[in-house]
């Protein structure tokens, strides 16, 4: 009998053709979550398997944060042999009321999956005098899952992660990252559909401080587990707020310099290969994230805009955030780039025409240029 840490995932049930891949993209995400931990990770057909390890704990806690995963048992491992499995479930101690759940992939296992639990349920009642059974709502599930491979999984605990899509091989997406409490959540929403991003901060020094830099660094490297990032890009917008601020409408300061990061954020795309941005705007919920704003971030994007939040209240993405282990960071009082030369009547419905000619008042092309060859790349 070995003790093992048993893997479930879902969705990648369903990917047909693809399904090999996505197991072995899963696989390989969980060698790299669990690296430095003492463990052997195995595919064993429709589960994955923890063996060989020091503290199952440890592990179970890294694995919670894999997408694809969906549960995590520790678990027995028995060959598929009705006599052992008897054996072995008589010497469970249990009070109160119980099951047990038979799942029989094995198809040579010779004896149905009703009729098993059955037995094994006599088996529990004769050996525990306080025992009884409830189908419905037992205090404890015996799993038992006779796997195709000959082998026998035992387990009463399932510990859930947030299932989704493994992340991908490749750094695809764009995530701009501020200091506030949404854009972590949209990193990690849209990791959970298997996108892995890197990140770009703004940031408008000295306007805005090192400690303000410092807090978007730790948040970044509280994420980078989770989307799979291994660089940050840090890109100063000071020269082009303060040519905003001196020439053009300041009812459209937000609005330009929102445009000017889709602009920076779409050169980057370019040079490095990402395919799409992600941002954390949620619909209605500031002047910049009307649908008029975002249809003028919009006109300037060259790659898709992904926004995982447009539709979670605020309250929503405030839990996800303590979930994710951010929010304590995002409170914390820096300025954002966005919050310096705050106009006092951002405009809500601004006319892409109206954005265009605040533009031409400056020489916005070499003022980007000059943003761009200034990224300073950090390594998270
Ligand atoms: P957040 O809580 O993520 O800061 P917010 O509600 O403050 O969002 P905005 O300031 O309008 O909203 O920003 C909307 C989105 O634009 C952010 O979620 C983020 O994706 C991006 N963004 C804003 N400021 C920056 C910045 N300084 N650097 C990078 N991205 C930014
Ligand atoms: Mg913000």
Redesign the pocket.
């Known amino acids: 009998m070995n003790e093992v840490i048993l893997i479930r995932f879902n969705e990648i049930h369903l990917k047909g053709g693809n399904r090999k891949y996505f197991t072995k993209l899963l696989l390989n995400n969980i060698k790299e979550a669990v690296a430095g931990l003492s463990c052997k990770v195995e595919d064993i057909q429709n589960r994955l398997l923890i063996r060989e390890y020091e503290n199952a704990d440890e592990i179970i806690e890294k694995l919670k944060g894999v997408f694809g995963v969906h549960s995590i048992s520790k678990a027995v491992e028995l060959d598929n042999d009705p006599k052992i499995i008897k054996n072995y479930v008589s010497r469970i101690k249990l009070e109160g009321s119980f099951k047990c759940s038979v799942n029989r992939a094995d198809k040579t296992f010779s004896i149905k999956s009703n009729d098993f639990a059955a037995d094994l349920g006599e088996v529990v009642l004769n050996k525990n005098k306080t025992a009884t059974v409830d189908i419905h709502n037992p205090k404890t599930t015996i799993n038992v899952d006779i796997r195709e491979t000959g082998k026998t999984y035992i387990f009463t605990e399932l510990v859930y992660a947030y299932s989704g899509l493994p992340l991908g091989e490749n750094r695809d997406g764009l995530?701009?990252?501020?200091?506030?409490?949404?854009?972590?959540?949209?990193g990690f929403c849209m990791a959970k559909r298997g996108l892995r991003q890197d990140i770009?901060?703004?940031?408008?020094f000295p306007y805005?401080s090192t400690q303000a830099k410092e807090k978007?660094i730790t948040l970044a490297r509280k994420i980078k587990h989770f989307i799979g990032a291994k660089y940050m890009y840090v890109?100063s917008?000071t020269k082009l707020q303060e040519e905003f601020h001196i020439h053009c409408n300041s009812e459209y300061a937000?609005n330009l310099l929102?445009r000017s990061?889709i602009r920076v954020a779409n050169a980057i795309c370019k040079k490095y290969k990402y395919k799409t941005i992600?941002?954390?705007?949620?619909l209605g919920?500031?002047a910049?994230?009307t649908i008029e704003s975002l249809t003028s971030t919009n006109a300037v994007a060259e790659y898709p805009v992904m926004r995982p939040?447009i539709s979670f209240n605020k309250d929503e993405?405030i839990s996800l955030a303590k979930e994710i282990g951010t929010f304590e960071t995002?409170i914390l009082p820096y300025e954002?780039?966005?919050?310096v030369f705050l106009p006092r009547n951002p405009i809500i419905k601004p006319k892409i025409a109206n954005s265009v000619k605040e533009e031409s008042k400056i020489d916005l092309q070499s003022l980007l240029n000059y943003v761009i060859e200034n990224i300073e790349i950090i390594t998270l």
Not at 175 to 186: E, F, K, R, Y
């Open positions: 995530l701009l990252l501020s200091g506030g409490i949404d854009s972590p959540v949209a770009l901060h703004f940031d408008s805005t978007v890109c917008m937000i929102r990061m992600v941002t954390g705007e949620s919920q500031v910049s994230q939040l993405i995002s954002d780039c966005c919050t």
